[in-house]
Structure formats: C-alpha cells, structure tokens
C-alpha cells in the first residue's frame, strides 16, 4: 500500500479553508493508503505561542480532525514531538540543502513578515523538517492546500539528493491538492489562516459567525442593493461555491446577484444555512470525542508507539548508507 503523509499545525481551531482545502480530502483518501497524519507541534514552536496552551491546542486539533472523519482505527493520528526520527532526519537533509533554496521559500518570506520580531532559524528550517515529516514514512501522496506546494517540491528534491548521494532510499513524492486548494480569508484579500484572524472557524455557530459574516466584503462594484453584482468577483460567492448545491447556486444566488434580485445581505443568510447544514454535525460529533474517557490521548499515544518503530526502521536505514552505522557494527 502507498503511503499519505499530511501535517496541521495546533496553531488554533481549525476552519473552512482547512477543511474544505484539505482536511475533507483526507477522510476520503484515508480509505486507499496507509495513511499518517500529524499535528505537528514542531512545527508550530517555530512562531510565538503560549507553552501552557499547546497542550490544549493539541488537543483540540486531534479531537477536531476525528469529528471531521479521520478515522481512528484507518489513520495513524499522532503528534509530531513524539516521534524523534522527524528532528533526527531534518538534521541529516540540513546538511544537503543549500541555504539560499530556503531563504527564497514563499511561505518563509510570507511569516517573517508576519513575525519580524521572531525569525528564528526554525522558521528557515521548516520545509527541511517538513521534508522529514514526509520521507521518514516514505510518504508518497501528500494532500495539501496551494500554499504547501513549493514545499512539497521542495521535498522530492531533497529525496533526489539524498538518492544521488548516498543510494536509492526514499521514493518522489507528490502533492495532492483539492478542487478548492486556496479558500480566501473573511477579509478577501489574504488566505485564510488559523493565525490571521480571518478564519470562519469550523466550530462557530451561526449566531457567532454572522457578524463578521454580514460585514464582510463583496463585489467592490455593488456599493447599492440595486446595482447588479458580479457572483465571480465576490469572495462570498468563492464560499457558496463549496456548500451551495445546484440549482440553488446558479439560480438564487448567481443570477439573483446578477439581476440584483437579492442583495449581499441575503445571499449571506443562505451562504450561511447551507454552510451549517455541513458544519452541524462536526460540531455535535465534536462535543460527543470530546466527552468520551481518554479521548484523544489513548489513540494519540498508541498511534506514536507505531510511528517510532517505522520511522526508526527508516533512520536505521539512512545510517546505514550514510556511514553512521550502529557501534557493534565497527
Ligand atoms: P497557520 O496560520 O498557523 O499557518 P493554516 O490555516 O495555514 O495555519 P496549516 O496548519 O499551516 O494551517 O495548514 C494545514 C493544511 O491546511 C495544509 O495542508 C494547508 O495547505 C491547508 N490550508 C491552510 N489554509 C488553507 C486555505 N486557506 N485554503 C486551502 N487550504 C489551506
Ligand atoms: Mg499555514
């Protein structure tokens, strides 16, 4: 069987973008690899965060990825730090990786700016150590959002590095991305992010949701309930276009916005019934993990026991090649 190998950081709750980005494709895709999926706390030590709060923060992600159907007997849930074999391989591609290839990573340039007080060698080093995440399983599938593909070609050539240098071991990845790969944030203007502040959380409720929903932008051109919109320069429109069935979505709400027969405000509150109608049951089924006994440590914690012994057998095996073999051996 192939291997998936996808990461979320516990960087807070998870939201649309994730789910209808990414996270929805896993519960589907868990059924045709052997499937690792990791909050990757290592990860998400490498901006600004509150020690005290990551052990909730973890918590939550995992309860959260089960409400949305990753499977607990199907998956391989686990957390990052409790895997050593990710730093130990993230040290060894270090030593391959040119130090310009990462200072001209996107998304590092993106959180440094983010972060300028903070630009820690972590936040460099990160799609090295995502390139661990992956490989140390021999991951061949990877889904993700847009945002992670530079990364994930960032990972098949380390693997082709590695192959050249010390011998065919680690198989070329690829991503594997969603129909909607980048959901927009509340604002419009930037991807939505758990750490930007312009997530619709997958946790909210209607009544929590519906302020920032109702001020939220649309079609710039609209300025008059009267004006006729465009439903493909409307960020809103980009929303329905993931929980709004047909006929409804080209009916009422494209050509109703077209011909100004509905105003923003009323295609908000049919955007807004036709995304609870998926999010209610998360939410339900995450209150019921979240009350169950042992839940989510017991799998956490039994799923890591498996992780370390196949991500053992692979360092054993990049040692060997590499020249560092076990001291018995010498
Ligand atoms: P942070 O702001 O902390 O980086 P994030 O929302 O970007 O959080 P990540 O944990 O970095 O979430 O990424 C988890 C997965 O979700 C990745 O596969 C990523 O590509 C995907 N993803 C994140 N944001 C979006 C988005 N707006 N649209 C589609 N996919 C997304
Ligand atoms: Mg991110």
Known sequence: MKVLFTGIQPTGSLHIGNYFGAVRNWTRLQHQYRTYISVVDLHAITIQYDPKEMPEATRQMALELLACGIDEEKTLLFVQSEVPGHADLTWVFNTLTPLGELERMTQFKDKAEQHRKNVNVGLLDYPVLQAADILIYKGEVVPVGEDQIQHVEFTREVARRFNARYGDTFPECRAELTASPRIMGLDGSSKMSKSRGNAIGLRETAEELWPRLASAPTDPARVRRSDPGTPEKCN???????????????????????????????????????????????????????????MPGEVLERNAETCRADAGRTMLEVKEKMGLPRAWKI
Do not use: Q
């Not at 105003?263 to 339900?284: A, Q, S, V, W, Y």
């Open 236 to 294: 809103i429109f980009s929303y329905h276009r993931l929980v709004t069935p047909e006929p409804e979505l080209t009916g009422v709400v494209a050509d109703g916005c077209r011909t100004a027969g509905i105003g923003c405000l009323d295609c908000k509150r049919i955007f807004l019934r036709n995304l609870m109608k998926e999010l209610d049951p998360i939410r339900e089924r995450y209150a019921e993990l979240a009350a169950r006994p042992g």
